[in-house]
């Protein structure tokens, strides 16, 4: 791993912050055949938390294949996944032609488009269903992803990503390299064009693209994409294509006064196959129905939706237990309310959830873990995972 500093342009910005990253996420590669090998990592046994730790992390050979055939997964319990080649007419449709919108709407980024490893904020003029949680407010950044959270720390690459494709990008080094995105009210689109990787420009440029849909549909286009994506190295940046979201926990720390660790587990993560990420290719995930959906106690607890759904009187909320509110489901007593699973008198049973009652395979939770302690000057990366870099943050910059 390689230190950079955070850019500071607002107060209010953590400056001393430890990062801790326990890595033990277990991971799923669909369409996959052999056992490649099997890694197990353990969470530290010092860790301030009660949390469940350690997880297997499965690695799957993925393999290579030309054919055109749309694959669906459905594995993902968050969200259907839909791959379409390169020679499929739907890969084309799912392409925005940025140059064809209205130029007034179009903006490059002249920050991210002349730096590396760097991100800035960008507001949404509509709200974006992700993983049940509207966001009005993305991160995006250089390395080909946009991050997702509303905890800002110096590890952007390690969880709350959607990443078309996360790898060393470093668009400073050519002049033809642009950050853009286009927001019309519905849709919010994000291009990466002709960006390089820095640690190997002679692979060629890389153009690619995010859409976050209002109805929580996430595309990825791809129009060029000149190597395997398998190939590129990922020893000075991880390389990723999919989704990842976690919860943040606060824990006081007893030995050290007015001192609070925050805790960022990862509760889920889509993983998309990366040979199949070829020039026209494309990718949609659409959301599958969460708890979150549910407004009132009856069609909270009577939900077959796959997730284990409870509803909690003291929030007026249904929830699984794991989604960004963990603190306040906790904090509020929600899991010892929630076993009875018995709502009071008046049951409202006339709210129709607004999906098909399609039951999906049962939820399995996986744990990734990243710790920020506030009030320490020195920041320790991880000696266990060399590759998840530290993304400069350059937020609410007036950039046109």
Known sequence: GVFYEVVQSFPGMEENVQVDSHVSSHRWRRHSVSLKSIDTNRASMGQDSSEPGGFTDLLLEERHDNTTQIEEDTDHNYYTSRTYGPYDSTSRDLWVNIDQMEKDKVK????????????????????????????????????????????????LTATQYIAPLMANFDPSVSRNSTVRYFDNGTALVVQWDHVHLQDNYNLGSFTFQATLLSDGRIIFGYKEIPVAVTQISSTNHPVKVGLSDAFVVVHRIQQIPNVRRRTIYEYHRVELQMSKITNLSAVEMIPLPTCLQFTSCGPCVTAQIGFNCSWCSKLQRCSSGFDRHRQDWVDSGCPEESKDKICEKNIDTTETPPYSSTTFLPTTTKFRVLTTTKGFITSHLPTSLPTEDDTKIALHLKDN
């Open 108 to 155: 490059i980024h002249g920050i991210l488009s002349n730096t590396h490893r760097q991100a800035a904020r960008v507001n949404l003029s509509f709200d974006f269903p992700f993983y049940g949680h509207f966001l009005r407010e993305i991160t995006v950044a250089t390395g080909g992803f946009i991050y997702t959270g509303e905890v800002v720390h110096r590890m």
